[in-house]
């Protein structure tokens, strides 16, 4: 099992930086394919950027160049730097950890909202 705890949200204007963190759980951590998602009210949850063990990194059109994502495996913790926030960037963002056995993200955390003022 692996338990996940975001943190670092919060009200920003627009322009602005904030920094995600996620604490995981577990000694599997630096095993496994990390991703950032994010759920804007009324929309659906969308991936926003992942990062695998080896720290190779994948992300959506509309935040690259953005959004950095990283890890720090001797801490157990994932991270979203979040540069040059927009309004539409407002949503609850979660962190999860992809399975071993199946092509899914099976855990979550509980999310950290992220609003950002115009």
């Keep these: ?9 919060g ?7 904030l920094r995600l963190s996620c604490a995981a759980s577990g000694p599997t951590f630096s095993r496994r394919t990390m991703a950032w998602f ?3 009210p009324g929309k659906q949850r969308e991936l926003v950027a992942e990062i695998v063990s080896g ?3 994948n992300y959506a059109d509309s935040v690259k160049g953005r959004f950095t994502i990283s890890r720090d495996n001797a801490k157990n ?12 960037d407002t949503a609850v ?3 999860a950890a992809r399975s071993f056995s199946r092509d899914s993200y099976d855990y979550w955390g509980r999310g950290t909202q ?5």
């Design 1 to 9: 099992q692996v338990q996940l705890v975001e943190s670092g949200g």
């Design 11 to 17: 009200l920003v204007q627009a322009g602005g930086s």
């Design 38 to 40: 994010r759920q804007a």
């Design 55 to 57: 720290r190779s990194t």
């Design 77 to 88: 913790t994932m991270y979203l730097q979040i540069d040059r926030l927009k309004p539409e």
């Design 93 to 95: 963002y979660y962190c």
């Design 114 to 118: 992220v609003t950002v003022s115009s």
